[in-house]
């Protein structure tokens, strides 16, 4: 398989905390397209491999490529820039800011382009009608002039999303995106998901099993910092070693 066919790799990937392995010797392909889950037990390594990953942790051992290139040694900018976003660490909140001025924001920053307190974005009027589209598509019209902090939890994780598809990532990072949502939210925000998933790849830390099945084509299980099983949901949700590591170390 030609290597630019996984958009994420890592090799032999460790990362060593004062004599503890959070991760070791870790390979994990993350095939351009698709969109994969990374579960397991509390303190599997899932965050660490998914910090590494997004180079906001360097690791002890190992390389990790992107489309085929070694990009070990690169930051968290670097990597933005390259078009790979994790929702937390780029398409943050201002809760200052209204809903729409935080659409707007990032779609300048996708581009390059600089954003005024006073002039908003009124010399760049395509990028006016794009923030229109993005709220519509979010369901955010309807608040826009809202301050950001002053929304619901749920609705907050929307607009992370909103403001994240702004910045138009070909890979997109999201780190447990249903922690804390009601059952209404998660629908929501597992639509929203899937949509944003379409023509780029995506990776997901996350424990709800339901929205992991309904989502993910491929699932890595994690446990102890290494890799336990790959495949299919129905593939590893049937192996007896990946039931007995959930009921044995789910609070370890």
Known sequence: MDR??????????SREFNGFFAVRDVDFR????????????????????FNLLTKYLA??????????EDVT?????????????????ISAVFSGLSVRENVELALLRGRGLGWSLLGRISSHPALIDEADALLRRFGLSEQADALAGNLSYGRKRVLELATTLALEPSVLLLDEPMAGLG???????????REMGEGRTVLLVEHNMKVVAELADTITVMVRGQV??????????????VMAAYTGEAHG
Do not use: W
């Open 4 to 13: 630019a066919a996984h958009a994420l790799e890592a090799r032999s990937l």
């Open 30 to 49: 993350l095939r351009r397209g698709s969109m994969h889950a990374v579960i397991g037990p509390n303190g599997a390594g899932k965050t660490t491999l």
């Open 59 to 68: 690791p002890s051992h190992g390389s990790i490529l992107h489309e085929g």
């Open 73 to 89: 040694r690169l930051g968290m900018a670097a990597m933005a820039k390259r078009g790979v976003a994790r929702s937390f660490q």
């Open 183 to 193: 059952r209404e939210d998660i629908e929501r925000v597992t639509g929203l998901i």
């Open 228 to 241: 336990l099983a790959e495949g299919t949901y129905e593939a590893v949700s049937s192996r007896p070693d």
